[in-house]
């Protein structure tokens, strides 16, 4: 099981136990939402970066990329995310993080 699947199936097993707050649900999609679209961005900054040829501007768009990374992993436990949802994210982290490896960051 992936460190992704491990983390929902936490928020599955404890979404279980507590009460639904209709306040929170909304919270919580918005939340998601958030961590696809800074996903998308990030990998936004990810291919700005490869094409530009000035160093200064690719290694800020490498550690906007990078920031918006730790970001997402760190937001994940947080969030209850539907399977689909789950498994957009980890194939966007995916991609997200070999392109970071790969132009070493």
């Known amino acids: 099981m992936s ?8 928020r599955v097993a404890t979404s279980k136990m ?11 999609a918005a939340m998601a939402r958030f961590l696809l679209l800074d996903a998308e961005m990030a990998l936004l900054f990810v291919k700005r970066a490869e094409n530009t040829t000035q160093a200064t501007l690719r290694e800020r768009r490498l550690k906007a990329a990078a920031k918006a990374y730790d970001r997402i992993i760190a937001f994940i436990p ?4 539907a399977p689909a949802q789950m498994a957009l994210l980890e194939r966007k982290l995916s991609i997200l993080r070999s392109h970071l490896k790969m132009l070493s960051v």
Not at 5 to 10: E, S
Not at 18 to 28: A, F, K, Q, V
Request: hydrophobic share 40%.
């Open 3 to 10: 460190l992704y699947g491990a983390i929902l199936a936490r």
């Open 18 to 28: 507590r009460p639904r707050d209709p306040l929170t649900d909304s919270g919580e």
């Open 78 to 81: 947080r969030v209850a995310l």
